[in-house]
């Protein structure tokens, strides 16, 4: 029908094209371009128009326009803290005082709704042509808006011009965008530009009337201001420009984007519109009516863009009102590719699910390890490069008895070990060589003479023993019978002995690795930043004379564990609030509820403070140094050294791929529309721009030296991992520190150094005033042993407590002050530390101020050398943080440091914006949000949890035994064999004679030496 109709229609043109037209009024001058119109700047040609002057039109808007007339549920933009509405009374036509449209903004209402005017035209079919606009900027000192000409389809296919005046006229600025971009300001003109330059045509100022246009051809997106070019976009190397036919739109609007329109406004704010002349093409006009208009219009002249005197529009069929929508494949589905994916999904899900239950890790077979002296009772502490994950117990202090045994494998024969049972394990000998190997089999008494065949007992054919691990031979039928004989299946006895005895010391080797393995898991540190770190604590040794506060003497300690854990769920609750309800954290945010207010004041404080980082650091610290404090073995420090880095880059560069992999698929395209909804900025993640820039940001993080921020916490979902160069760097302090410590006999002299230490690290604003004061808490629990001190004297005890609590809540008073108060005292403590560009204290210099959150505070130290002293001490606070719920949640603590940001911006974000455009009461939405996204997390850590322990922890450990341990000896290919078993056939066919046994058995010697 749309085909016909165009027939008729150019009929209808070559008829009237056929008159004489010099009586033709300017009004009807549109009717008579047949031939189109076309731009002489620019030779480009158009079939279709629409042209008004808004003040020629009586006050009556043309049927080429409509109002539109909207209320948006949620709006996209990571500042856009209001949503835009349309109504038709802030669209005024020509009153008494004005001579065009007129387009209002109102201010907002509480729920941060923004109701604007806006113009649309009827037509949707839209697809390349020129637009040309005469408007006026929104009024100075009205509040931040914009002025909009724009071609949109979605939010990816568009094109615009905002003129906006923002809240300080000084900052306004006309921005040129395409395809969704962010408002960045150097895809604009600042206003001062425009005033002091004559691409304005003539006019004093932008903020009168002023001529902006868009070129839009299938190749090229160039943007004018006035006469002057200001933005070009072209289609190449690889760089996309918008290319579907869309609605032209002229609307006045704020949602309040710090970035752009600022806002949004505080009373009425009008923006004006003169007129607007639209020449394109029509996505409707087929190929057949191409060619027909260009054979028609060859040698007839178009009419001229540039000819002001157009009046009217083209007119169009009732199918041009309707959105475009994409032709449907007609290939049709590609069933073999979706049956081929389908197969294959199916079988990995299958060989995987298999694989799972044949492993059965949840199984653990006991009596073997029991068997193999393995089964332990400790347990690593948590983000240990080889724990499992499961809380069953503590590390040692070296105070209690072992519980169960691993036999100690010695490289010195005559050792053996004693328990305190009397039990007594003789070693395993190891052995590299054949003179060594003649040592071992003397020392253990286990010699392996040569063995003969004919005293060997039958047995089908030449295994391995699954009991002792030897090589056991077939006996066959004597050679004098005419039989086969055992000399053929295996020629070479005397290699057969040593491969014996070198399979004896192999497993005395494995022996080794795996003590020394299980020896690596008892000591092993672990950071905050690996699962925001921590361990568990030693038992109480019973001479602590405990039993004077009522501390039981044989019990094991699980409170560090769920000091670290219950941190780690407040931390996550702070990135939850600073997400969805910025009020209850950040003063002066805008509240859905006033008892946000309250909340910030007082719960808040306590539980959702920042301070809570603290504890990390000073724990971590403790399980960095406490092996070498108690045995000053360099070897405990050497280990930290190499497995440190691993243990934390490999998991977080796991998980940052991951979270890019996500981001870049669309995870977290409902987080950009939060905003509108929260009311917080907080939130913010931006794809990687290509793959080299995330293997830089990785290794920046690794080498950063704090206090910068690595640059990854913006491509990353919360900028947890700031505190990554932290822990990475603090521990080579904390490592040569506790050397240094070691060595300084002299109490006085020890803590004297400690305190300078401190002292300077809290005025240069360092981290390391809370690793020192670790480090110090861990020296007096182990060379000085001041708990059981402590607990053998009350007054000391309640004292030290006493101290320690006040230590807390000096810690929480200075927040909870400023929420009452102006005065803030991080602000007066930050502002006398040293500015590192100039020298001069902060307070004199633009950087001064409230420190940014990756900037240490008094405090914050106060706070969390208190806390950790009182869970140290106190018995009370130990069983409160030794609670089943605590200890189940700690060794997942990494896993969920990593990802908990990524549920909260995915799912979490998602799940907001829905429920808040069915209209539900917010309180409510956040209730579901909380649980859903803590019940995925918890779904999610079984699954996470060993892949993490996998890559960090087991990883580290093979990284320390390759740097360690001497690798096994080389041997050939078909060691204990001689070559000649395979490639001389007939040779070993006819039966090796005496001289040719003799030679394998000295080729063997020398294989198995060298």
């Known amino acids: 029908m749309a085909s016909s109709y165009f027939r008729s229609y150019i009929i209808s043109l070559l008829v009237i094209s056929s008159l004489d037209l010099h009586g033709v009024s300017a009004a009807d001058e549109t009717t008579s371009c047949s031939c189109g119109y076309y731009d002489s700047s620019t030779q480009n040609l158009f079939t279709e128009s629409i042209i008004i002057y808004f003040n020629e039109t009586d006050g009556i808007l043309p ?109 306004a600025w006309i921005s040129t965008l395409m395809r969704g971009e962010f408002p960045e300001r150097d895809l604009g003109v600042n206003y001062s530009i425009l005033s002091n330059s004559s691409m304005v045509n003539g006019t004093a100022s932008p903020w009168n009337f002023t001529e902006v246009r868009i070129d839009w051809t299938e190749e090229e997106v160039r943007y004018f201001i006035g006469t002057n ?24 609007w704020s949602t309040g984007d710090t970035y752009s329109t600022e806002g949004p406004p505080t009373e009425r704010s009008v923006a ?10 029509s996505s409707l006009m087929t190929v057949e009516e191409h060619e027909n208009f260009d054979a028609r219009c060859i040698n007839t002249k178009a009419c001229s863009i540039a000819d002001t ?99 100690y494998i010695s490289s010195n024969p005559s050792s053996s070990t004693v328990y305190d049972n009397g039990d007594t394990i003789t070693p395993l000998p190891r052995c590299h060589s054949e003179a060594e190997l003649t040592a071992c089999q003397e020392s253990s008494g286990a010699s392996t003479p040569a063995p003969s065949y004919k005293s060997r007992p039958a047995s089908a054919g030449a295994t391995w023993s699954q009991h002792d691990g030897t090589l056991a031979t077939s006996a066959t039928k004597d ?120 909340g910030r004041k007082i719960p808040a404080v306590l539980l959702l403070n920042f301070a809570w980082v603290g504890p990390f650091f000073t724990t971590s610290t403790r399980f960095l140094v406490v092996n070498y404090l108690k045995n000053g073995n360099l070897g405990n420090i050497a280990e930290k050294a190499v497995r440190r880095t691993p243990r934390l880059m490999i998991p977080v560069a796991a998980v940052a791929l991951l979270e890019y992999f996500l981001i870049d698929v669309g995870v977290t395209k409902w987080l950009e529309y939060l905003p509108s909804i929260s009311w917080s900025t907080w939130p913010y993640v931006v794809n990687y721009k290509n793959f080299g820039h995330y293997v830089s940001e990785v290794i920046e993080v690794a080498y950063l030296i704090p206090n910068a921020a690595p640059q990854i916490i913006l491509n990353y979902c919360t900028g947890v991992l700031w505190t990554i160069p932290v822990q990475l760097q603090g521990s080579w302090l904390v490592l040569l520190g506790v050397v240094v410590i070691r060595e300084i006999k002299t109490p006085w002299k020890r803590f004297g150094y400690y305190a300078f230490c401190v002292v300077n690290h809290w005025y240069a604003q360092s981290w390391g005033s809370f690793l020192w004061m670790g480090l110090l808490l861990a020296d007096l629990d182990v060379t000085y042993k001041y708990k059981p001190w402590l607990h053998a004297r009350p007054v000391a005890y309640w004292l030290f407590l006493a101290v320690s609590f006040s230590l807390v809540l000096s810690g929480m008073a200075v927040d909870l002050i400023a929420q009452f108060r102006t005065t803030n005292f991080s602000v007066l403590e930050s502002d006398i530390h040293p500015d590192t560009a100039t020298g001069l204290p902060l307070g004199d210099t633009p950087n001064g101020g409230y420190p940014p959150y990756y900037i240490p505070r008094l405090n914050g130290l106060f706070f969390a050398v208190g806390l950790q002293a009182m869970v140290e001490v106190s018995p009370l606070v130990q069983r409160a943080l030794s609670c089943k719920a605590l200890i189940v949640i700690f060794p997942h603590i990494l896993t969920i440091y990593l990802i908990h940001g990524l549920i909260f911006w995915s799912l979490g974000a998602w799940i907001c914006v829905h429920l808040a455009a069915l209209g539900l009461a917010y309180w409510l939405n956040l209730v579901i949000v909380a649980i859903s996204c803590y019940a995925v997390m918890g779904l999610l850590l079984p699954v996470l949890t060993p892949v993490i322990e996998t890559l960090g922890g087991n990883i580290a450990l093979q990284i320390w035994q390759w740097a360690t341990e001497e690798p096994a000896p080389r041997r050939r290919t078909f060691y204990p064999y001689e070559k000649n078993l395979i490639l001389d056939e007939k040779k070993m066919g006819d039966g090796a004679d005496q001289d040719t046994e003799k030679n394998a058995a000295s080729n063997d010697g020398k294989t198995f030496e060298s």
Not at 342 to 363: G, Q
Request: proline share 6%; glycine share 6%.
């Open 63 to 171: 049927d080429d326009f409509v109002v539109d007339s909207f209320k948006h549920k949620f709006e996209k933009g990571w500042n856009s803290k209001y949503r835009q509405g349309v109504d038709l009374a802030n669209v005024q036509l020509q009153n008494a005082t004005n001579s065009s449209l007129e387009l209002y903004v109102s201010p907002s209402t509480p729920d941060h709704l923004v109701i604007g005017g806006g113009i649309r035209t009827t037509r949707r079919d839209i697809q390349y042509g020129t637009f040309r606009s005469l408007l006026r900027s929104p009024r100075q000192w009205a509040g931040g808006s914009a002025l909009s000409m724009r071609l949109g389809y979605n939010e990816t296919e568009s094109m615009e011009i905002n003129m906006q005046n923002a809240n300080n006229p000084a900052d």
């Open 272 to 281: 004006s519109v003169g007129w607007t002349r639209l020449f394109f093409n």
């Open 479 to 598: 050679r004098n019978s005419g039989s086969t004989t055992e000399d053929e299946m295996f020629p070479f006895p005397d290699a057969l002995a040593k491969l014996n005895a070198i399979k004896e010391c192999e497993t005395s080797k494995e022996l080794v690795v795996k003590e020394t393995e299980v020896e690596s898991k008892r000591s092993s540190a672990v950071t905050v930043s690996e699962a925001t770190s921590a361990a568990f604590e030693s038992r109480p040794h019973p001479a602590d004379k405990s039993i004077a506060i009522g501390l039981p003497a044989e019990r094991r300690v699980d409170y560090l564990a769920g000091l670290v854990a219950l941190a780690t769920l407040l931390v996550t609750a702070i990135h939850f609030g600073l997400t969805f309800v910025p009020a209850l954290l950040i003063p002066g945010a805008e509240t859905h509820y006033a008892s946000e207010n309250w």
């Open 229 to 252: 070019l200001t933005r070009s976009g072209k289609r190449k190397g690889g760089k996309k420009i918008p290319e579907t036919p869309a609605p032209f739109y002229l609307r006045h």
């Open 309 to 407: 005197t157009l009046r009217g529009s083209s007119p169009y069929h009732v199918q041009a009102t309707q959105k475009w929508k994409k032709p449907r494949d007609s290939r049709g589905k590609r069933w073999a590719a979706i049956l081929l994916c389908v197969i294959s999904i199916s079988l990995s899900t299958f060989l995987l699910l298999h694989a799972l239950v044949k492993r059965a890790p949840w199984r653990k077979n006991t009596s073997q390890n029991i068997a193999h002296g393995t089964a332990q009772t400790e347990t690593p502490a948590v983000g240990d490069a080889s724990s499992n994950g499961s809380p069953q117990g503590s590390l040692s202090s070296g105070h209690e008895k072992p519980t169960s045994r691993t036999p």
